[in-house]
């Protein structure tokens, strides 16, 4: 079962073949991201479509993938090269929620 706490989410802003199973996604992990692999943080994957969704992420005792397939739509991810998601961003792109423009109504305070 996937639980989402306070693990970081970063995005593969890049379409991958679902062919793709632990090796060629921790390869992908490894070259693309600073965050380490067995760190406990999601890595998502999207194919070129946006209709397939893989999450890779170390599960205490071993690397563990989650699969997702719409049958109708795609996930919507923004565009604009981003690769890391707020939990709020993955939880709508899992719940197929298109965000036009998000607006906190709190913040918190930055630490000087």
Known sequence: MLTIGSQKIFYYNKPVSMHKSFDGLSFLVEQSFSAKLLSG?????????????????????????????????????????????????????LEGVEPRHLQKRFSSPKSV
């Open 41 to 93: 943080s999601f890595f998502v994957f999207l194919n070129r479509n946006r209709d397939k969704l893989k999450i890779l992420y170390w599960d205490e005792d071993g690397l563990a993938i989650w699969y997702k397939r719409l049958e109708k739509g795609h996930f919507n991810v923004d565009k604009t090269g981003k690769t890391k998601l707020t939990r709020r961003e993955f939880m709508m792109v």
